[in-house]
């Protein structure tokens, strides 16, 4: 169990307008206890403290999960993403506490803030101080090492076809995302903070990157029916 | 640098899902509801149109339902 203070929370730990209290009928009495305990008008402190302890275990778990990628991290930097991932989330649960509509279990809802804080650091941790390539060299994709899947005769013309459209047809912008993120495997976290915007933001330019090369795709006749990637 | 070599695979990342999806906000918006929804049996794609096509464009959001889902159902021992 953590010693460390927990983090500053100001502007977050008054409880929230009435007004804005999402209803609690239909819930499960674990969560309703987690609602009056965190919007108690008395002193919230040990409640928040069992909040923040919820969502330490929820970071470890995630920490846990990813740590085989990173053998050369030290437990105790481990132990320190999974701290602030913690500390973070508990920031962000209070403040969106007002928009708990009750769908799903309190705790279920607040440990996704944990392992979304976490697996964010993780993934920052994993390209600190590695170079982006943002300006990725198009002709060169869809080249094999391995001869017997190199432009299998049928594949071919549409995977040139495909270059051809990313090099022609998409916006710098939309072309060194769609590189960086489905090519060259950056973490769309990474990406995003290099670049100074969110995730949502990143994954519409994508998306929108993606919709344009199967709408050309197909009116040059092209089938874009394939398997999903694994 | 992960590249991919496999031009096969490389083309599917590229192009992304075929299927309709949702972004990354609302993704994690309905996150938790969904993965209950899974637990139970129930069929969570029929409630929440998009996720699943959002999880195969998008391995950030994928690897943290995956996350969650197992968070919740080993129903850690907390
Ligand atoms: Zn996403």
């Known amino acids: ?13 008054s409880p929230p307008h009435a007004g804005a209290r999402a209803p609690t009928t239909g819930l499960d009495p674990e969560s309703r206890e987690w609602l009056r305990c965190l919007r108690a008008d008395g002193d919230r402190d040990p409640c928040i403290a069992r909040l923040h302890h919820l969502l330490l275990r929820a970071a470890r778990f995630e920490v846990a999960r990813r740590k085989a990628s990173f053998a050369y991290l030290r437990g105790d930097d481990l132990d320190d993403i999974a701290q602030h991932a913690a500390d973070d989330a508990l920031v962000s649960v209070l403040r969106r506490l007002p928009d708990f509509r009750g769908d799903s279990r309190f705790t279920t809802w607040a440990y996704k803030f944990a392992l979304l804080e976490a697996s964010v650091k993780l993934r920052k941790r994993s390209w600190q ?9 198009v002709w060169s994709l869809f080249a094999s090492d391995d001869p017997s899947l190199s432009d299998a005769a049928e594949q071919a013309e549409l995977l ?3 270059r051809r459209l990313i090099a022609e047809e998409l916006t710098p912008h939309q072309r060194s995302v769609l590189i960086a993120l489905a090519v060259n495997g950056v973490p769309i976290d990474v990406l995003a903070a290099r670049l100074n915007t969110t995730r949502g933001a990143l994954y519409k330019t994508l998306h929108d990157a993606r919709r344009k090369l199967r709408a050309r795709l197909e009116q040059q006749g092209f089938s874009t029916q394939m398997e ?3 | 640098m992960t590249e991919r070599r496999d031009p096969h695979d490389q083309l599917a990342h590229v192009l992304g899902p075929s299927a309709p999806e949702v972004g990354c906000d609302a993704c994690f918006e309905q996150l938790d509801r969904y993965v209950e929804l899974e637990l139970a049996g129930i069929d969570a794609d029929a409630s929440f149109p998009g996720l699943r096509a959002h999880f195969a464009g998008c391995p950030a959001c994928r690897e943290e339902h995956d996350s969650l889902l197992a968070l919740i159902s080993g129903d850690a021992p907390f």
């Open chain 1, 1 to 13: 169990m953590s010693t460390r203070p927990l983090p500053t929370l100001e502007g977050v730990t």
């Open chain 1, 129 to 137: 101080g590695r170079e982006l390539p943002l300006e990725p060299d």
């Open chain 1, 160 to 162: 040139s076809a495909v």
């Open chain 1, 228 to 230: 999903d990637a694994t």
